[in-house]
């Protein structure tokens, strides 16, 4: 049996030998024992490349090459060395095809308090298919893995990354800072539950550009503590649309300020611009919202603001919402209604939706005008509008 100092003079050994096969900071994760066969698990061979970029001084790249690599749940866990470690994919990484690998994980691939992490290009395929048939038996599974997650994380830049059927969410972003996602690209069945896009919550200046999202739950999902939030060039469908919200769960809840979501197509949606939150008390608040330049196809609900969400009628708190909603501006929103009613403003008796901005939005159904409702909504109708505007 191998003595426990044996153990550490080995570890440090091969510390050494990869830190002695890098001089500028490039680590190939095949060098380090990784195979694209789709077979292998190559979890430490991934994890050994972090742990060498992680602690070299300077700026470090973690290289993927074309393959497809087995990898079961990762943490990449910083602080770091190097403020600026890329990742640059060439090749696929898999989950276990087996739903129950990775246990009661949160994350699948979690990078957790890291500053400067860049992904480039690759593929993510969580293999969620699995777990989505045992959800729909209506048998006892797992809750699922987020694919990729980043918390408490600061200066991500990702580009070009593509991620597969996950589990769960496939992106989430909790208490970070400075994050900058393009040409990402999001695809999971519009029956897969739970299968959001983007999650992100607890967050400052986040940027979401170019990017395409098709998943069965909300294309971009934004929780409480967001803040300076930019959704530009997006395509969303199928899916759920773009949520604010769930909001209102808790008591003690911050609130969402400054999100702007512009240029964004929405084709066979549940729902278009979202904002959501449940009947029950909660100091939380939405607060400058704007959403402009946007397309609805076939979307059931294009406009919403629900304060009385409960998915399916179940456990319904029956109470009435606190979260006040203010200063929301919906500005040239066109396109096709599933529904007759193609705005809905349903807002909380305790705190009525105020500063509402509709301007220059026209939507129809089945060729002819949509209609819309409000309950305790107030606002400012501006130009050329359809439906007839309740507020």
């Not at 990784?34 to 430490?44: E, I, Q």
């Not at 991620?163 to 994050?179: E, I, M, P, R, Y």
């Not at 909300?218 to 919200?245: A, K, M, W, Y």
């Not at 009947?279 to 939405?286: I, L």
Request: proline share 4%; with cysteine.
């Amino acid at each position: 049996m191998e003595t426990p100092t044996r153990i550490i003079l080995v570890s440090l050994l091969f510390l050494l030998f990869i830190q002695s096969m890098a001089i500028d900071g490039s680590y190939n994760v095949v060098v380090l024992g990784a195979k694209g066969d789709g077979l292998t698990d190559s979890t430490k061979s991934f994890l050994s490349a972090w742990a060498a970029a992680c602690g070299f001084p300077k700026p470090a790249t973690i290289y993927v090459p074309k393959g497809i690599y087995l990898v079961k749940q990762a943490q990449f866990v910083g602080p770091c060395k190097s403020d600026a470690i890329t990742f640059k994919i060439d090749g696929t990484i898999v989950a276990p095809s087996d739903y129950k690998a990775n246990g009661n994980a949160s994350f699948w691939l979690q990078f957790w308090k890291v500053d400067g992490v860049s992904i480039f290009g690759g593929l993510l395929d969580g293999q969620g298919t699995g777990l989505w048939d045992c959800k729909a038996s209506g048998k006892i599974c797992p809750i699922g893995t987020t694919t990729l997650g980043f918390t408490n994380s600061n200066n991500i830049a990702i580009t070009g990354l593509t991620s597969l059927n996950s589990q769960l969410f496939h992106l989430a972003f909790n208490g970070c800072n400075n994050v900058k996602l393009q040409e990402v690209n999001i695809s999971a069945a519009g029956n897969s539950h739970n299968t959001d896009g983007i999650h992100v919550q607890f967050s400052s200046s986040v940027a979401i550009l170019n990017s395409n999202i098709c998943t069965g739950d909300d294309c971009v999902s934004i929780g409480p503590g967001t803040t300076n939030l930019r959704i530009e060039n997006v395509f969303c469908g199928p899916g759920h649309g773009i949520s604010i919200g769930s909001l209102g769960k808790v008591l003690q809840e911050e609130g969402v300020v400054n999100v702007t979501v512009k240029n964004v197509t929405f084709r066979d949606t549940q729902n278009g611009a979202r904002i959501k939150s449940w009947g029950r008390p909660s100091k939380g608040f939405v607060k400058d919202v704007l959403f402009q330049h946007a397309t609805m196809i076939n979307v059931q609900n294009p406009i919403i603001i629900d304060q009385n969400y409960c998915p399916s009628n179940i456990d319904c708190p029956g109470q009435v919402s606190g979260v006040k909603i203010t200063d929301i501006t919906y500005q040239d929103i066109h396109g096709t209604s599933a529904t007759e009613v193609a705005v809905k403003f349903d807002c909380s008796k305790m705190n009525p939706c105020s500063g509402i901005i509709v301007q220059d939005v026209n939507l129809t159904y089945k060729n002819q005008p949509a209609k819309s409702t409000c309950t305790n909504a107030a606002g400012t109708v501006i130009g050329l509008i359809e439906p007839t505007m309740c507020l």
